[in-house]
């Protein structure tokens, strides 16, 4: 199984601020790496796919890079609504796995 | 837009069987473009995905070794419906149970449903 690992596992920021959160694969996985964003009692929703592709309606201070086993996630200047849990899965192989998330807190 | 209504009992008994059902709007459960799955979270921790259900010409199914010997997700095409059984419960099997479409393309869950909590407990 691919291990997917978050980093860190807690952050805590201020609304305006810039946050990057990291996923490391244990093996590579091109650049099939989707980040989701999860509030409490929510299903997660996808922000970021294929690594760098923002999802239709998300707002464009979200973006993700990388590629192989290396990836982040970046929110451009903090809105309330930014402060969740965010989750990444890798999709190039099966079992389908995801990171042990990223709780985002407001400092 | 795709939708995805979740029902099913909240509490099970250790040793008996979990059953979920996932009705679709929006969609076909037997679309030959996407693959319908279950996934589980258990509290303070990230999702799991237990399996998944697919046409191409035919069925097929994948499933998470961790429950293959106990899982069957299966599809009612009569009702545009995905269900999810899962046998011998234990108290680890606790979790919110959701179902989700999955794009073979960007290899992503694209839409959810809203998640049933189940707890195994006497």
């Known amino acids: 199984d691919i291990q997917m690992t978050q980093s860190p596992s807690s952050l805590s920021a201020s609304v305006g601020d810039r946050v990057t959160i990291t996923c490391r694969a244990s093996?590579?996985?091109?650049?099939?790496l989707n980040w989701y964003q999860q509030k409490p009692g929510r299903a997660p929703k996808v922000v970021i796919d294929?690594?760098?592709s923002l999802q239709s309606g998300v707002p464009s201070r979200f973006s993700g890079s990388g590629s192989g086993t290396d990836f982040t996630l970046t929110i451009n200047s903090l809105q309330p609504e930014d402060f969740a849990t965010y989750y990444c899965?890798?999709?190039?192989?099966?079992?389908?796995?995801f990171g042990q998330g990223t709780k985002l807190e407001i400092k | 837009q795709v939708q995805l209504q979740q029902s099913g009992p909240g509490l099970v008994k250790p040793s008996q069987t979990l059953s979920l059902t996932c009705v679709i709007s929006?969609?076909?459960?037997?679309?030959?473009?996407?693959?319908w799955n279950w996934i589980r979270q258990s509290p303070s921790r990230g999702p799991e995905w237990l399996g998944r259900?697919?046409?191409?010409?035919?069925?097929?199914?994948d499933y998470a070794v961790s429950v293959r010997s106990r899982i069957t997700i299966n599809p009612d095409t009569s009702k545009n419906q995905l269900s999810l059984q899962l046998n011998s419960v234990t108290p680890e099997d606790t979790a919110v149970y959701y179902c989700?479409?999955?794009?073979?393309?960007?290899?992503?869950?694209?839409?959810w449903g809203q998640g049933t909590l189940v707890t195994v407990s006497s």
């Open positions: 989700a479409r999955y794009l073979p393309g960007p290899k992503v869950f694209d839409y």
């Open positions: 929006g969609d076909s459960v037997s679309s030959n473009s996407v693959a």
């Open positions: 259900a697919y046409y191409r010409s035919k069925w097929y199914n």
């Open positions: 093996q590579s996985i091109s650049s099939y």
């Open positions: 294929t690594a760098s």
């Open positions: 899965q890798q999709g190039n192989s099966l079992p389908l796995t």
